[in-house]
């Protein structure tokens, strides 16, 4: 791995653990093994380096949420894989979690990333959603594009949940709620 990639492997494990404002380029040279002037010699400073590090996460969450939604198999099922994949809940979501970043959320290139994944993720369960009320799985009273922001809203609040309480059993509540509501839902 070249010292460009090895400076947004470091950035990316960095944003997941400790957010932008907690990451200094001191911390992300340290992470890469890399010289004082790499960072600046590959990417403008620690904005230009962590927006590709943003969007390459975005862009990894996205394929493994592809990978369950885009199984055979019923919506409301491939859904319910989605939601039920494992992971480290306690970490939080290394996409989601940087919304709480003050200085992501005012630097647009920074922010376009997430918005624009979970735009993409709310989509893809929509669409999903439409696809179960058209085979009758779900009842057609149902909004799918306000079911799929419950859908995320209620993943990353877990997320939330289970980081609060350092116990994955909280992530675990909320997905089960989230699958009531689903079977719940069915006509």
């Not at 380096?49 to 409301?76: H, K, P």
């Not at 369960?125 to 799929?148: C, F, K």
């Not at 809203?153 to 877990?158: R, S």
Request: proline share 4%; charged share 25%; hydrophobic share 45%.
């Amino acid at each position: 791995m070249d010292t460009a990639e090895r400076l947004i492997e470091s950035m990316r494990e960095l944003l997941w653990e400790r957010g932008y404002v907690g990451t200094s380029p001191k911390d992300v040279l340290a992470r890469a093994g890399a010289g004082q002037g790499s960072m600046y010699h590959h990417f403008r400073g620690k904005a230009d380096l962590a927006g590709v590090a943003i969007a390459r996460n975005a862009a990894a969450v996205r394929a493994e949420a592809a990978q369950q939604l885009d199984l055979t198999g019923s919506a409301v099922d491939r859904i319910v894989t989605y939601l039920l994949r494992g992971r480290d809940v306690r970490k939080g979501c290394p996409v989601g979690g940087l919304t709480y970043d003050p200085d992501v959320v005012v630097t647009p290139e920074l922010r376009r990333p997430i918005d624009e994944f979970f735009r993409w993720l709310r989509h893809h369960l929509a669409e999903l959603l439409t696809e179960a009320q058209a085979h009758g799985e779900l009842t057609a009273a149902l909004d799918p594009a306000e079911l799929a922001s419950t859908i995320v809203a209620v993943m990353q609040g877990g997320y939330v949940l289970a980081r609060a309480a350092d116990d994955p059993a909280q992530f675990s509540h909320a997905v089960s709620g989230l699958r009531a509501l689903l079977a719940q839902s069915r006509p």
